[in-house]
């Protein structure tokens, strides 16, 4: 059974830095692609970013140039360094593994103003 834990988020200024990690167990996932989603209050939940297997990333609009997505393969983990953060990146940020439609149980992310 595939299983992700999210680990990373938390309060942070405006303009600050947080590197969220998405720990894969169950699965060897070095040939999928795995991304980040995130729910904003009231709003539906919308993809961030994902990591294909050979490395190919795909960012939403609005976090190109200041997210950064990237694996490491031996340690099943996915990483998502989030730099320049806006109030309006506050929300539950859920891992998922594609090929199996896995979620993690998500972290909180809260920028403030």
């Known amino acids: 059974q595939v299983q992700l834990v999210e680990s990373g988020g938390g309060l942070v200024q405006a303009g600050g830095s947080l590197t969220l990690s998405c720990a894969v167990s169950?699965?060897?996932?070095?040939?999928?692609?795995i991304g980040w989603h995130r729910r904003a209050p009231g709003k539906q939940r919308e993809l961030v970013a994902h990591i294909q297997s050979d490395g190919t990333t795909t960012y939403a609009d609005s976090v190109k140039g200041r997210f950064t997505i990237s694996r490491d393969n031996a340690k099943n983990t996915v990483y998502l360094q989030m730099n320049s953060l806006k109030p309006e990146d506050t929300a539950v940020y859920y891992c998922?593994?594609?090929?199996?439609?896995?979620w993690g149980q998500g972290t909180q992310v809260t920028v403030s103003s």
């Open positions: 998922r593994y594609y090929r199996y439609d896995s």
């Open positions: 169950g699965r060897t996932f070095r040939f999928d692609t």
